[in-house]
C-alpha cells in the first residue's frame, strides 16, 4: 500500500513539473510554477523558510520522502530504473558500501562554492534544476518538433488544433550539458538505481544526514529474518546490508520496494527509537570533509575581438554589449548570480523567447544562467512571466507599474551604422516599436530624420534593438545594467486636445 502510494504522487509530482516546462502554449495555468518552489535547493536560495522546515520535518519524521517522491530527478531515474528492470527481467542490485569521502567531499565543495558566489556548481548538481535544464534543452525541442510534424497531418484535414512553432536550439552549450546530464544520470539509474543520489547530489547526502535520525524507518526484525538478501537485490539504493541485517538509513530513499519482496515479512516500515541498523561507516558521518576549490580563469574574449576586426573592415562600429543584460526584477547581477541555480524554468516560459541560457557572459561563474538576447523578439513592456516562476528569488515577481519603470539596460544609438546616416534612407523602425519614446526621431539632413536618445525613460526592453534593419551591426543596441534602475515615467508632450463641434461634419 505505501509503495503504490508514493509511486502515484511521484507520477502526479513528476508529470505536472515536466509538462510545466515543456508547455509553451500555456495549457497549465502560470500558478502551477509553485510546484518549483517546494523544491529545496529553490527554497533555500531564495531563503523559504517555510518549505524548508516543512521538508526537514517531513525527513527527520518519515525518511527521505523528497528524494523518492517531490525530487523530478529522483523519479526520473525510477523510471530509468523500471525500464531497464522490464528489458532485463532477472536483473538484480545488490548491497555496496557508501561512498562517505566522495559525498561529503562533493557537500563541501558545492557549500564552498555557493558561500564564495561561485554558483555554477550548485546549478550543475542541483537535481531540480539539473532536470530542468534536461528537460527545456534535449526533451522540450523533441517535442516541439512533435507537435510540428502534427500542425502538418492535421492541416492537411483542414484541422488547425496546432500551430507551427520555433523548435531550434537555445544554446549549444546549454544543451551540450543538458545532454550530458542526461546521459550520465540515465546510465547510472539504469546499471546502478540511485547512485548519483546517494553519491553525487549534494541535496541527497544533506537529507540522508537528517533521515538517519528520522521517527520512521524501514526495520528489519532479526528474529524473523534469514538472510536470504532478496531484499537486498530489490533495494536500488543499494543500502541493504542482508547478511549484517543492517539499513544505511543515510542513502535509503523510502521507495518501499523492499517491503513487499520479504517472504518472512522480516520487513517493516515503523517508529525506530534504536541505533540498530546504521552501518559501521555511519560514525564518520558527523564530519565535513574540506575540500580545495580550484580557481578558473575567465576566457579570453575572442569572439569580441574578432567582432571588432569586422566592424573595422566594414566602416562600422560594433554593437557588442559589454555588460549582460540580467532579466527584469533580478535587482543587481550579484543578487541574480547568487541566487540563480539555472533552472531554465523562466528560459522555458519567456513569450516572447528573450531569455537563453549564458554562455561566458557573465564568466564561468554564471555559466548556464539566463541573459536577455533580442535575436527573436523583445521583452513584452506588460510581460512579469519571468518574476512570477522563478522558485529562487533570482528574478523578484513584479507588477505591471513596476516592470514599466525597471531599467534592465539603456539604448545604445551608434549614428555610424543607421542607414539613415550611411545610406541616405528614411527609417524611423527603432522608434515606431519604442513603448517609452526613449528613441524619438529629431531633423537630420535632406529632409531625412534620425534617431535621438534618451536613456532616461528607456527600460531596456529591446523593442529598437531587435527591429533595427542595419547589419552586420545594429545601429541601435542596449547596454546592460549591472545593477537595474528606476526609469522616469514617460509623459507624451505630443498630444493636443482636439474641439470637435458639435458631430464633427
Request: net charge positive.
Amino acid at each position: 500500500m505505501l509503495r503504490k502510494a508514493r509511486i502515484l504522487l511521484s507520477v502526479v509530482f513528476f508529470g505536472l513539473i515536466t509538462f510545466y516546462f515543456l508547455d509553451f502554449a500555456e495549457i497549465l495555468p502560470n500558478g502551477f510554477h509553485r510546484l518549483a518552489h517546494i523544491q529545496f535547493i529553490p527554497a533555500l536560495v531564495s531563503l523559504s523558510f517555510i518549505t524548508l522546515v516543512v521538508l526537514m520535518l517531513v525527513t527527520l519524521l518519515f525518511g527521505r520522502i523528497y528524494c523518492s517522491t517531490i525530487c523530478p530527478m529522483g523519479i526520473f531515474q525510477d523510471i530509468i530504473t523500471w525500464i531497464s528492470k522490464k528489458t532485463a527481467k532477472k536483473k538484480r542490485f545488490r548491497y555496496s558500501p557508501a561512498k562517505n569521502i566522495l559525498r561529503w567531499g562533493i557537500l563541501s565543495v558545492t557549500v564552498v562554492a555557493f558561500l564564495f558566489n561561485f554558483t555554477v556548481v550548485l546549478g550543475l548538481l542541483d537535481p531540480y534544476s539539473a532536470f530542468g535544464r534536461m528537460v527545456v534543452n534535449v526533451f522540450k525541442p523533441v517535442y516541439m518538433l512533435g507537435n510540428n510534424l502534427l500542425e502538418t497531418v492535421f492541416s492537411k484535414f483542414d484541422n488547425y488544433t496546432f500551430y507551427q512553432v520555433d523548435a531550434s536550439l537555445l544554446s549549444i552549450s546549454s544543451f551540450v550539458i543538458g545532454l550530458v546530464t542526461f546521459l550520465l544520470i540515465g546510465f547510472l539509474a539504469w546499471k546502478y538505481g540511485r547512485t548519483w543520489c546517494n553519491t553525487i547530489c549534494p541535496v541527497g547526502t544533506l537529507l540522508g544526514f537528517f533521515s538517519r535520525f528520522s521517527l520512521f524507518k524501514i526495520r528489519i526484525d532479526e528474529e524473523k529474518c534469514n538472510h536470504c538478501g532478496l531484499c537486498a537485490t530489490k533495494c536500488k539504493a543499494s543500502c541493504i546490508n542482508s547478511k549484517e541485517q543492517a539499513i544505511d538509513y543515510s542513502r535509503c530513499v523510502d521507495c518501499f520496494d523492499c517491503l513487499g519482496t520479504c517472504n518472512q515479512n522480516a520487513l517493516r516500515y515503523t517508529i525506530s527509537f534504536g541505533a540498530k541498523g546504521q552501518t559501521a561507516a555511519d560514525a564518520s558521518k558527523r564530519r565535513f570533509l574540506v575540500a580545495g576549490l580550484t580557481t578558473a580563469a575567465v576566457a579570453p574574449k575572442v569572439m569580441a575581438q574578432a567582432q571588432n576586426v569586422v566592424a573595422a573592415a566594414s566602416g562600422m562600429k560594433s554593437d557588442k554589449r559589454t555588460t549582460p543584460i540580467i532579466p527584469p526584477g533580478s535587482v543587481s547581477q550579484e543578487h541574480f548570480q547568487a541566487h540563480c541555480t539555472s533552472c531554465h524554468l523562466c528560459v522555458s516560459k519567456c513569450p516572447s523567447h528573450v531569455l537563453k541560457p549564458a554562455f561566458m557572459e557573465y564568466g564561468l561563474g554564471g555559466m548556464m544562467q539566463p541573459t536577455v538576447y533580442f535575436e527573436k523578439g523583445f521583452c513584452n513592456f506588460d510581460c512579469t512571466v519571468c518574476g512570477n516562476v522563478c522558485p529562487n528569488g533570482a528574478i523578484l515577481p513584479l507588477t505591471k507599474e513596476q516592470k514599466h519603470l525597471t531599467q534592465m539596460g539603456k539604448v545604445v544609438f551608434i549614428e555610424e551604422n543607421c542607414i539613415v546616416y550611411r545610406d541616405g534612407t528614411s527609417c524611423g523602425a527603432c522608434s515606431e516599436h519604442c513603448p517609452t519614446q526613449a528613441l524619438s526621431m529629431i531633423p537630420f539632413k535632406d529632409g531625412l530624420t534620425i534617431p535621438h536618445v534618451d536613456t532616461d525613460i528607456c527600460v531596456g526592453c529591446g523593442g529598437c534593438e531587435y527591429i533595427c534593419p542595419a547589419r552586420p551591426f545594429r545601429a541601435v543596441y542596449i547596454e546592460g545594467n549591472a545593477v537595474q534602475q528606476e526609469a522616469k515615467p514617460f509623459i507624451d508632450n505630443h498630444q493636443e486636445e482636439v474641439q470637435v463641434d458639435d458631430f464633427g461634419f
